[in-house]
Every structure is written in structure tokens, then in C-alpha cells.
């Protein structure tokens, strides 16, 4: 850590003040394993929020959307956008974002008796 370096020590008598991360405290301060610990706790992003809206089988009480993108218990809606990603993907949502849009727009063709296979 450069608040513990011999430059910062010596000119400023600055002294490092330590606390581990709860949850990483079994790892040696500084180590890899503490700063993998550490990344995997804290780190997130605001750039590509996804999960709100959390899409899983009827068995996991916690989803809120169908495989078919339709909102639990209300009739005639549908979501239709990242927030249905049960977890971020490691890379950019916006594929992601247009695969799910493409595939909410062929249920949506399939509800009002459209062939899919010859759209495509």
C-alpha cells in the first residue's frame, strides 16, 4: 500500500492504518487471495445495472420473470430489458440487452399467432 512505503513513512510519519475486510480477515493484509477476497466483495458496477427484475423458473421464489418474460401474477405485462439478468454479464450488456428484446418481441409474435420461423 503506498501509505506504507518508506518514502511516505520516513518524510511524513504517516503510519498505515490497517483494518481487514470483514469476511477476508483469514487471508495474510496485502496477499493476493486478500485482494481477490476483497475485490469479490466490495467492487460492483453503475454502468450496466441488470437483476431488478430477476427472470428464473417458478421453483426460486425469488424470480419475478418467466422464461417467457412475463411479470409474475399480472396479466399483459412483460419485461423486457436487462433487469430480467439474474446476474450481470462479464462483458457489456448491450448484446445482451438486444437478444433479450429480440426474443421478448418473437413471444409477443407467438401470443398473436405469428410464424417465428419464417420471420427469420
Not at 11 to 39: I, M, N, T
Amino acid at each position: 500500500a503506498v501509505g506504507n512505503t518508506t518514502a511516505i513513512r520516513k518524510r511524513l510519519g504517516a503510519k498505515l492504518h490497517y483494518r481487514p475486510l470483514p469476511g477476508c480477515q483469514q487471508f495474510p493484509p496485502f496477499s493476493d487471495p486478500y485482494w481477490e477476497c476483497y475485490v469479490r466483495h466490495l467492487l460492483t458496477t453503475f454502468w450496466h445495472p441488470v437483476g431488478t427484475c430477476k427472470m428464473a423458473p417458478y421453483s426460486d421464489p425469488l424470480g419475478v420473470v418467466t422464461p417467457k418474460l412475463r411479470l409474475r401474477g399480472v396479466k399483459g405485462v412483460r419485461v423486457v430489458d436487462a433487469s430480467v439478468m439474474p446476474q450481470i454479464t462479464t462483458g457489456n450488456t448491450m448484446a445482451t440487452s438486444v437478444m433479450i428484446g429480440e426474443m421478448g418481441a418473437d413471444f409477443i409474435k407467438q401470443d398473436w399467432g405469428y410464424r417465428i420461423d419464417i420471420l427469420h
